[in-house]
């Protein structure tokens, strides 16, 4: 059973990375250069990266702007396997309906370029969705990424396409080894176990000598 000390660095790590366990990758996004293309408000796009207890929040979120299409470009801080993405989005007229996904580009300047690069998956969306849908991802294709475009597009009423909250779930490697180090006992110094027991068994060696 781990000691209190270690349960707090635990949960306090966990706190951290903004989600209930180590699989949340909120705390890896580079969320100072994440990006849009064809957004309303451009500073929007750091808007909808929220730590997992404001997922549901709707007073901050993102618009495309001349037309139904949006990509939004995040970087990680450290190589990262993703194994699902969560969407929460626009209702009605302003949900997109259709994603592209692009790893590892480490720029995509216009939706011309995005078109010529072949995506690594496509995804139908799910619409009347009133909170975060998790979409797994083929983990193959996404083992060691540090960087992913998003390209929304096909709202219904091909204006605006509305998104509340993006995140994702997977591995970071360094930050398990990190906790696994945080959560370890150590163990005590094998010299000195040595030197200890060669103590015990002398002592009780001379103790089975003088009762016989």
Do not use: C
Not at 64 to 89: A, C, E, G, T, Y
Not at 124 to 130: C, F, K, N, Q, Y
Not at 151 to 171: A, E, L, M, W
């Amino acid at each position: 059973m781990p000691s209190n000390n270690s349960e707090t660095a635990h949960n306090s790590l966990a706190a951290e990375l903004g989600g209930t366990d180590f699989s949340n990758l909120y705390g890896v996004i580079d969320k100072d250069n994440v990006y849009g293309l064809n957004l309303s408000v451009p500073e929007d796009a750091k808007e909808v990266i929220k730590p997992w207890d404001e997922r549901d929040d709707t007073t901050k979120y993102l618009d495309s702007n001349v037309d139904d299409q949006l990509i939004i470009h995040i970087p990680f801080s450290q190589n990262v396997r993703v194994k699902s993405l969560l969407l929460k989005l626009g209702r009605g007229e302003v949900t997109p309906r259709h994603l592209r996904i692009y790893a590892n580009h480490n720029t995509i300047v216009d939706f011309d370029q995005a078109e010529s690069f072949k995506p690594h998956l496509n995804i139908s969306l799910l619409e009347g969705e009133t909170g975060v849908v998790e979409y797994p991802l083929r983990v193959a294709s996404f083992v060691s990424v540090h960087t992913l475009s998003l390209f929304f597009n096909d709202s219904p009423g091909t204006d605006v396409s509305r998104i509340y909250y993006i995140g994702f779930k997977g591995d970071m490697k360094s930050t398990k080894r990190e906790v696994n180090s945080m959560l370890e006992v150590p163990a005590p110094n094998a010299a000195d176990a040595a030197l200890t027991d060669r103590v015990a068994n002398r002592n009780a060696t001379g103790l089975q000598t003088t009762a016989r």
